[in-house]
């Protein structure tokens, strides 16, 4: 099993920052996929940012310049990814999900999610 730490959300205003991050322990595997996911009110879950044990990363076209997504891999008992998030507005409110998947090995697994909300 996986368990997903989440922390980092909040109110910020238009224009603001806030970084989230996400401490996985267990039988966790150096190659993997980790990142973050969020939904709002009404809508589908969607990606936010994805890293893996390589370092390569993805990001959504409406998080691009604004979000920066790292890991830290400091023991082979935790990863820890890392959501900075500048430049904040209105749309990105929604709880933020965060997701872990092995990739030669069984296991999808998600933490508890943490709101965030942008408003003035």
């Known amino acids: 099993q996986v368990q997903l730490a989440e922390s980092g959300g909040g109110l910020v205003q238009p224009g603001g920052s806030l970084r989230l991050s996400c401490a996985a322990s267990?039988?966790?595997?150096?190659?993997?996929?980790m990142g973050w996911y969020r939904q709002a009110p009404g809508k589908q879950r969607e990606l936010v940012a994805t890293?893996?044990?390589?370092?390569?990363?993805?990001?959504?076209d409406s998080v691009k310049g604004r979000f920066t997504i790292s890991r830290d891999e400091a023991t082979n008992a935790k990863i820890t990814v890392y959501l900075q998030m500048n430049s904040l507005k209105p749309e990105d409110t929604a709880v933020y999900y965060c997701?872990?998947?092995?990739?030669?090995?069984?296991?999808?697994?998600w933490g508890q999610g943490t709101q965030v909300t942008v408003s003035s």
């Open positions: 997701n872990y998947r092995p990739i030669y090995a069984p296991g999808d697994y």
């Open positions: 267990g039988r966790i595997f150096s190659i993997y996929v």
């Open positions: 890293t893996t044990g390589a370092g390569y990363t993805n990001y959504a």
